[in-house]
């Protein structure tokens, strides 16, 4: 009975919480629709990271790779393809954070722990590089730019995105991956990979097979990681090397303990509250520079804050922020 009482608080809060994310494109400015649009492609990456590092116990700095193929392979479909066509795009960004997906689980599910964050974080580099130096087909540094495909079926209909339109496509996307992703860490499998992580030795020894365990769950992260970077692409109109740098898997680790890991809805809870610090204090020292005339405060380095209450998180709250709510309203 207190399961099904559970539930029902948890799928009713579920509602009101996309309800509101339904609502919020209609009263926010144009600048804060972005924001919030963006904030949700962000903890969508977030959140596929969180397989692993929650759900598999492996930390994975390979992530702005996944991220970035994403990107560039929606970039490739919507320049190539003619009348640029979303569906495509969406498809083409999928199948290039997949293959690089199942090239780096082959090598890299071998090792274990560090060895295993090293080995992404390199592979990341590598991809890195070839983005940044292949010019003549990745654009090096400038990166690619192209126009926003419309939604619809070309040819048959289609309607240009809006930045309202546009929320709602993503949001419906972040929804059924956050959905997609809970059945996943639910089901069977996902209970291998749990166990995967509490003890990998006693695994192997009832005859699971967990370097297929773990290469499955790469490949889905990768996958989930790599519509995050379609979205972000088609939001921004563009694709760049700077987000196949490693520093993006950094931040995404900081998502994942920011809001709470093995928890789907912390990273993005994470991600929403390092983004609305970073702005939030990027905006008030050049605001107090004006205000009380000190126009050294202007320059102060705004990440500095950020980093002092990551700290302090980690000390504090090392369950993150959802975490915390939970162990609160569970007293």
């Not at 690089?100 to 295993?116: E, G, K, Q």
């Not at 990166?143 to 309202?164: E, K, N, Y």
């Not at 699971?208 to 773990?214: G, N, S």
Request: glycine share 10%; with cysteine.
């Amino acid at each position: 009975m207190s399961m099904t009482r559970h539930a029902k608080i948890y799928w009713t809060g579920f509602a009101v919480i996309i309800a509101l994310l339904t609502i919020a494109p209609l009263v926010l400015p144009e600048f804060w629709r972005r924001f919030l649009t963006e904030i949700l492609i962000w903890g969508l990456l977030a959140m596929s990271s969180d397989l692993l590092i929650g759900y598999t116990g492996m930390v994975s700095f390979g992530h702005s790779a996944f991220f970035g193929l994403g990107m560039y392979g929606a970039a490739a479909a919507i320049l190539i393809v003619k009348p640029p066509n979303l569906w495509l795009a969406i498809l083409y960004g999928l199948a290039a954070s997949a293959a690089v997906a199942l090239f780096m689980a082959y090598f890299s599910t071998r090792l274990r722990d560090i060895y295993f964050a090293i080995t992404t974080l390199i592979f990341s580099q590598i991809f890195y590089v070839i983005i940044f130096t292949w010019t003549e087909v990745t654009g090096g540094e400038n990166g690619l730019s192209f126009t926003r495909p419309a939604f619809g079926i070309p040819g048959v209909w289609t309607v240009p995105f809006t930045s309202t339109t546009l929320h709602w496509f993503v949001l419906a996307f972040v929804t059924a991956s956050y959905l997609i992703l809970r059945r996943i860490t639910q089901s069977p499998f996902g209970m291998v990979l749990q166990s995967i992580r509490e003890n990998e030795a006693r695994t192997r020894a009832v005859c699971y097979p967990v370097q297929r365990y773990k290469i499955v769950a790469v490949m889905l992260s990768g996958l989930f990681a790599g519509l995050a970077g379609v979205l972000y692409a088609v939001q921004n109109r563009f694709a760049a090397p700077d987000f196949v740098y490693f520093v993006i898997s950094g931040e995404v680790v900081i998502f994942n303990v920011m809001g709470g890991i093995g928890t789907l809805l912390g990273p993005i809870i994470g991600a929403g509250f390092f983004l609305g610090l970073r702005e939030g204090f990027s905006r008030l020292f050049p605001w107090i520079a004006t205000t009380f005339d000190m126009p050294h405060i202007a320059e102060f380095p705004y990440l500095i804050p950020v980093g002092i209450i990551f700290i302090l998180m980690i000390i504090f709250l090392p369950q993150g922020l959802l975490g915390f709510a939970k162990r609160w309203l569970n007293r």
